[in-house]
């Protein structure tokens, strides 16, 4: 059972490059998230997507952005890395909204130098 | 926004010996979840609770959710090695206008000693 994938596993990206990240889910959920997690300061959202079609932000979106043109794909786009944004990315899945119930995937851990 | 003020942030236990960690929050929840992260890997669900008041056991797990809904606990009895992990906690709540809000606590460090 795949679940979520993400891609890349790791990736190191000199500054003021852009990096696409992606994800992948084939449980059919209707709402994606990704997250960054950062020692000392957990998991943080990004952007989030009720349904295909729809985005929204998170508590950290600048310097980010996302599309999901269908339900299983939901790609993070950095267009010009700078060195804050080095951290481990996840990118989660939720059936229901009011369950509050994700599935994570393995993380995308990204370095910017 | 909402925040989660888990506790303790790191904890050293020996092999056997039962571990407690906690969320507050100065919000009300209608759902708390726990979830276990391992080292290089995303968090997996543990425990979702789903009443207050609620005590739900996953093996030597237990968790329970708050009379007040403003907190949860998270206890690990005869711990071993594979415990060994991040845990995080997370409340989940209506914020209006058809929206629901997931808030993570910044996790618990469990390290276990053989």
């Known amino acids: 059972t795949a679940g979520i994938t993400q891609a890349p596993t790791s990736q190191i990206l000199a500054a003021g490059r852009s990096m696409t990240l992606r994800c992948t889910q084939d449980m059919r959920h209707n709402a994606m998230y990704w997250y960054r997690q950062d020692l000392g300061l957990g998991l943080r959202l990004i952007h989030y997507s009720n349904t295909a079609g729809t985005t929204g932000k998170g508590e950290v979106p600048d310097g980010y952005s996302v599309s999901r043109a269908n339900t299983d794909d939901f790609p993070l786009t950095l267009a010009s890395a700078v060195p804050s944004q080095t951290s481990v990315y996840f990118c989660a899945s939720r059936l229901a909204r009011d369950t509050g119930e994700l599935f994570f995937g393995e993380g995308s851990r990204l370095t910017v130098l | ?114």
Request: aromatic share 12%; net charge neutral; glycine share 12%.
């Open chain 2, 1 to 114: 926004g909402q925040q989660l003020n888990q506790s303790p942030q790191s904890m050293f236990i020996q092999e056997g010996e039962d571990v407690s960690m906690n969320c507050t929050s100065s919000s009300i929840f209608n759902t708390w979840l726990w979830y276990k992260q391992d080292p290089g890997e995303g968090p997996v669900l543990l425990i979702a609770l789903y009443k207050a008041g609620e005590l739900t056991s996953n093996g030597r797990l237990t968790a329970q959710f708050g009379i007040t809904r403003k907190d949860s606990f998270l206890n690990i009895s005869a711990s071993i090695p594979s415990d060994v992990g991040i845990y995080f906690c997370a409340g989940h709540a209506y914020s209006g206008a058809g929206s629901y809000q997931l808030t993570f606590g910044k996790g618990t460090k469990l390290s276990v000693i053989p």
